[in-house]
């Protein structure tokens, strides 16, 4: 008798317990629009944790060490498919083929023999948010070693140009009030600690991007009453100015050697436009206008970009067909500026998992909502689109990726988590 | 001395026949929707006189010198326009009841202008990415972007261009005119939303386009972030829904988004009235805009943070509340 009440107590409790981790997955998943499918997955995960994860390609991503941290010490002898470089807050981060020399020792017939041999090798080089610092770790040992010593400390953000040898930092400084840009170059020796040799550019530029191919750059500051849009070399110097707008809220970018792009800064509120201005005629024509929430991102293929537009509970992104003026609706709902372009015709996107009611892109660049992403690839001649893999589910953390940086091979992707601004490698 | 006779005769005639000629022949005007025409646009032409019965006439329509619509009464034409600055001709025929034929030529020649605005005085944290928005009582500037091509096809330099604003359907002549490629005001508390209109022409009139946009306005609101010593404030994550403390103390900074501010940067100018309250007892602050928070070695629970802030008009003013749990 006594055996059987715990048997049904056993069996109410069991029962009890599966629904009250239906309702609480519920719960989680109530903004998000996830779909039953979904929930259920979501709710044997949590009991049943174990559970396989493979990526694109088929690969069983658990059995292997797919995911990992670097620590400091020893070099990594095998890479994990995703990998966290640093847990510290960084302000900005790239990734960069270089032509390194090295020691080797030759045996020859006297011995052991010095000799430098060049190599080409990948790099991550990234600025610690609270200090400025520089690190590089390179890809032949996940060894990550301090380049600069030079202390900004409260960075908002460091530009890196594509070699990766000229940095901006960017900083509010509350004592003046004034936007701070530092531009200097980094050092090229690896092995010591160097200083970066700058110069502050102009006081509160507004925006500011690096020239796809050379140490220069393109940004914006208000003067009296205009908006004045200026390229220079990295250090300010030979100063042009290419646009003036009484408008003063644009964001730039200079996606290729041939043109900027000029974007109304986004409001879910505000029906924004796109403009392109030539680089050598400084002619201005219109990518895009009258776009809810726009956002706007091209690669170095100057006929196509990808165009975001956002409101209530709603991201939507297009693939922008310059010459005809054409826009295709990918079906996948992210930012422009959560992708990245390659070299073959590929764009890789971190795409939220589900959108939590709120008004976009505002309220994501307020910081009130942060996404759960997975990984995917959007083929830009075929427009197909593909998970690669989810990334979230893979880090065992929620990554929201921004600052997304692939490498020249597409084969590397670092990016940064919005959430606690970590950075992280991904093998593709 | 006849020979001028002969002459003055001869042009006294031919004056008195051409003014025969115009009494006679029915005046026709035109209207075409929309008034500013931009590329691409679905314009709309339609006849229309006081003098003669259109609707009995006989009228040929062609559109670059191919025929596209004839027939009595066809007093309506639609068409796509074409490109920015490429110029479309339209010739109609109209052979009125009396017999006498009137022609008119109409050009199609589609500009744009785009009209864009911001709160200037509206406060948003530096690097912030998206639009500030305006709070009742703003300052809010329009300005134009405009794409005025000729049939060279150069676009006319926006300095050098006319501009007509027009603010709740008045016109501000003293704003506009030649260069005049902004308008600022300052949104009344009356009105919830503002519609502004400019119209931009080059100076001799042949090319000309209009704009107009609807401008919402918003409650100014108040997000908590966490700050650092090392890392400043982390902008990236917001904390209204509440802070686990951690770590033995860290700093708030409260965020005043959209409250106008004397400057744009500057929060600490003074516009703006802040306040801060734990459980609340009011409680100083190190600077107007940030509270570092402490907590007690052994203590654990939480507290209620409030956030006031006043701004300098009306409708300006909000409240943010967090809890901070130790």
Redesign the interface.
Known sequence: MRNKKLFYFAIGFLLFAIIFAFAFQFLKNKNGGGSTTGLINSVFENIFPFKTIVDEKGNNLTEDLKVGQLEEGPEIETRPTLLKITPLPVSGATLFDATREKIVYQETASGSVPVTEKFIGRFIRYAEKSSGHIYEVPFDGFVKSKITGTTIPGTEEVLFDNTANYAIFRYYDDTVGRIKSFSGQIPTSSTEIGRVSGEYLDDDILSISFSPKDAKIIFSKEEGVYTNIFTSDFNGKNKKQTFSSPFSEWLLDWPNENNFTITTKPSSYFAGFVYQIDAKTNAIEKISGNVSGVTYKEGSDQNKGLLGSAGKDSLVLYLLNKETGGATNLSIGTLPEKCTFSSNSLVYCFVPNFLPSAVYPDDWYKGKVLFSDSLWAINLDSRAANKIVDISELAGEAIDGINLSLSDDNEDLIFINKKDLSLWLYDL | MKKLLVLFIFFVFLFLGQKNAEALSPSVGFSITPEAIAPNDLVTIKLNSFSTDLNRANMTWKVDGATVLEGVGKTEYSLTAKGLGEQTKVDITINTSNGIPVLKTIFINPQ?A?L???A?DSYT?????????PAREALI?T?V?P?LKGSRGT?SNPNSLVYNWEQNYKPYPSLSGYGK??YVFRNTFLNKEELVKVKVSTTDGTLTTASSAKI?F?EPEI?F?EK?P?????????K?NGLSLTEEETSIIGVP?FFSTK?K??V??GTLSLSWKINNYSVPSEKPDTITVRKQQGDSGYSILDFSVKGPYLYQKGSGSLKISF
Do not use: C, H, R
């Open positions: 744009s785009d864009l605005w911001e200037i944290p530096p690097f912030y990415k998206g639009k500030a928005l500037k300005s972007v794409f676009f490629s902004f919402p918003f997000i972030y650092k090392a890392t400043g404030t982390l902008f990236n994550q917001a209204n988004f400057t940067l500057g600490l100018d």
